[in-house]
């Protein structure tokens, strides 16, 4: 028998990904694919597409790999999404995600009702969505699944919510019932590094992957980020480079501040403290876009920075305003300004957004000790990388994947089969530092006056969403 490995999977938000990882940390093999999905205003996932993309992955890897070797599966996805299947497990409609904007009006209401941004801003909104736009399809749904839990129920035929920890789950009781909604549609939660089930011959015969293979929760994806850059002590962080992106630090010490989340970390006597970019990753890839900028991104590699603000908030904010309508501002446009510029503009706000979530995170007495670590789809870009550590002040660093959920869903794969005793060790006989971005003092300077208008720019305009 070859080398055993781990089946790892992340069904993020834009992007799906597959890697077959070694106890030791060795990516044997790897391979993603967009989404056929539509977006903009809706925001919704076709269960055939996520099948698709979990095929087309996972056939990719086990070409170069040898299935018989696979000793385990993991999976992690995208945040808030909801698909509702029927009593017999089949979706009733396609699901919908956390960015959809026949969602705002529900978050909308429970951030009115209560201070309580974990509950008003996850799942609890599209279960209502449901209730009241598609009564008839509510009342036949008898599950809510997130997409990496349907992806598990197609494998074992098991259907049950994954999380990471008690501290935050997808939903609790207290908050479905205060909501209205029906407790029995909402599966009972396995939690990380607990077995779901095992994979069956069914799923063996469609897709490759041998029957019997145990298959473990992780939780949404990023709570396997933190495992997967080792935010699991006190003064370790991490930067999420996805689709929607933030800041993550561990502390020893819970922070109360309606600008942030702060929740029970699943490392015991430790907080996760969180500063959320609602489009990060979308941002630039509507720029790109817009711009056509294949063609000149080269370009920004030798421009200063051209003095334009831009407030990356194209599908509503968290962190610090938790509107749902705001929207995205450029400011300081003048005639010489060119596309790259605006390019350039977009990867900032976006910087200044992180240093903006820094800030309040740190205000608390809350200090970064270690690099903060990277990982999403952006963590290639070395230019924005260096911009992210230039604007914050702070060291950057990326490991061996950029992809750090992968590595994540590996280390709870590890510590659960008994490779490792525990998370921490295994994170770090896993995990290797590929490179570190260090800020250049100058560049920072210059960088605090944008900043500064950036925040006066955003309080002045905050009130007209």
Same mark, same amino acid.
């Given at each position: 028998?070859?080398?055993?490995?781990?089946?790892?999977?992340?069904?993020?938000?834009?992007?799906?990904?597959?890697?077959?990882?070694?106890?030791?940390?060795? %990516? @044997?093999? =790897?391979?993603?694919?967009?989404?056929? /999905?539509?977006? &903009?205003?809706?925001?919704?996932? $076709?269960?055939?597409? #996520?099948?698709?993309?979990?095929?087309?992955?996972?056939?990719?890897?086990?070409?170069?790999?040898?299935?018989?070797?696979?000793?385990?599966?993991?999976?992690?996805?995208?945040?808030?999404?909801?698909?509702?299947?029927?009593?017999?497990?089949?979706?009733?409609?396609?699901?919908?995600?956390?960015?959809?904007?026949?969602?705002?009006?529900?978050?909308?209401?429970?951030?009115?009702?209560?201070?309580?941004?974990?509950?008003?801003?996850?799942?609890?909104?599209?279960?209502?969505?449901?209730?009241?736009?598609?009564?008839?399809?509510?009342?036949?749904?008898?599950?809510?699944?997130?997409?990496?839990?349907?992806?598990?129920? %197609? @494998?074992? =035929?098991?259907?049950?919510?994954?999380? /990471?920890?008690? &501290?935050?789950?997808?939903?609790? $009781?207290?908050?479905? #019932?205060?909501?209205?909604?029906?407790?029995?549609?909402?599966?009972?939660?396995?939690?990380?590094?607990?077995?779901?089930?095992?994979?069956?011959?069914?799923?063996?015969?469609?897709?490759?992957?041998?029957?019997?293979?145990?298959?473990?929760?992780?939780?949404?994806?990023?709570?396997?980020?933190?495992?997967?850059?080792?935010?699991?002590?006190?003064?370790?962080?991490?930067?999420?480079?996805?689709?929607?992106?933030?800041?993550?630090?561990?502390?020893?010490?819970?922070?109360?501040?309606?600008?942030?989340?702060?929740?029970?970390?699943?490392?015991?006597?430790?907080?996760?403290?969180?500063?959320?970019?609602?489009?990060?990753?979308?941002?630039?890839?509507?720029?790109?876009?817009?711009?056509?900028?294949?063609?000149?991104?080269?370009?920004?590699?030798?421009?200063?920075?051209?003095?334009?603000?831009?407030?990356?908030?194209?599908?509503?904010?968290?962190?610090?305003?938790?509107?749902?309508?705001?929207?995205?501002?450029?400011?300081?446009?003048?005639?010489?300004?060119?596309?790259?510029?605006?390019?350039?503009?977009?990867?900032?706000?976006?910087?200044?957004?992180?240093?903006?979530?820094?800030?309040?995170?740190?205000?608390?007495?809350?200090?970064?000790?270690?690099?903060?670590?990277?990982?999403?789809?952006?963590?290639?870009?070395?230019?924005?990388?260096?911009?992210?550590?230039?604007?914050?002040?702070?060291?950057?660093?990326?490991?061996?994947?950029?992809?750090?959920?992968?590595?994540?869903?590996?280390?709870?794969?590890?510590?659960?089969?008994?490779?490792?005793?525990?998370?921490?060790?295994?994170?770090?006989?896993?995990?290797?530092?590929?490179?570190?971005?260090?800020?250049?003092?100058?560049?920072?300077?210059?960088?605090?006056?944008?900043?500064?208008?950036?925040?006066?720019?955003?309080?002045?305009?905050?009130?007209?969403?």
């Amino acid at each position: 028998m070859s080398e055993p490995i781990f089946l790892c999977i992340d069904a993020g938000t834009t992007r799906f990904k597959a890697a077959a990882i070694t106890p030791q940390g060795e %990516v @044997l093999a =790897g391979e993603d694919c967009n989404y056929a /999905s539509a977006d &903009g205003s809706v925001h919704e996932y $076709s269960h055939h597409d #996520l099948i698709a993309a979990f095929s087309q992955t996972v056939r990719a890897i086990l070409y170069v790999t040898s299935p018989e070797s696979i000793i385990g599966i993991g999976i992690t996805g995208h945040g808030p999404t909801l698909i509702p299947l029927d009593s017999h497990c089949k979706p009733l409609h396609p699901g919908v995600g956390y960015l959809d904007d026949r969602v705002k009006r529900y978050i909308r209401r429970l951030a009115d009702r209560e201070n309580d941004k974990i509950t008003s801003t996850m799942y609890i909104p599209i279960a209502l969505f449901f209730r009241e736009e598609m009564p008839g399809m509510y009342e036949r749904t008898s599950a809510f699944l997130q997409p990496f839990d349907y992806l598990a129920l %197609v @494998l074992t =035929g098991v259907c049950v919510a994954s999380s /990471s920890s008690s &501290g935050i789950k997808p939903w609790h $009781s207290s908050k479905i #019932l205060e909501a209205g909604l029906d407790q029995e549609k909402f599966p009972l939660i396995c939690y990380m590094g607990e077995e779901i089930g095992k994979t069956t011959p069914e799923a063996a015969g469609r897709y490759g992957i041998p029957a019997g293979v145990p298959l473990y929760a992780v939780g949404v994806d990023f709570a396997a980020a933190l495992v997967g850059t080792n935010m699991l002590e006190p003064g370790r962080s991490c930067e999420r480079a996805g689709s929607s992106g933030g800041i993550n630090l561990c502390t020893d010490k819970p922070v109360h501040d309606d600008r942030l989340l702060c929740y029970e970390h699943f490392i015991r006597g430790t907080w996760n403290v969180a500063g959320i970019t609602s489009t990060y990753g979308k941002a630039v890839e509507w720029a790109e876009k817009t711009l056509d900028a294949d063609d000149f991104i080269q370009e920004r590699l030798c421009r200063e920075p051209p003095g334009i603000i831009f407030l990356p908030y194209l599908k509503g904010e968290r962190t610090p305003l938790w509107d749902p309508y705001a929207k995205g501002v450029f400011f300081g446009l003048e005639h010489k300004h060119d596309a790259v510029d605006l390019l350039i503009a977009v990867h900032t706000g976006i910087a200044l957004s992180m240093r903006d979530c820094i800030g309040i995170i740190e205000s608390h007495n809350c200090r970064f000790r270690h690099p903060i670590v990277t990982t999403g789809g952006l963590t290639w870009d070395e230019w924005f990388m260096q911009l992210k550590a230039d604007v914050t002040g702070k060291t950057f660093s990326r490991m061996q994947l950029f992809d750090a959920e992968l590595l994540g869903i590996a280390i709870v794969l590890a510590a659960s089969l008994g490779y490792y005793k525990s998370l921490a060790t295994a994170a770090s006989a896993i995990l290797r530092e590929e490179k570190r971005f260090t800020p250049r003092k100058r560049k920072t300077l210059l960088y605090d006056r944008l900043f500064r208008q950036y925040c006066e720019i955003r309080t002045a305009v905050s009130p007209h969403f």
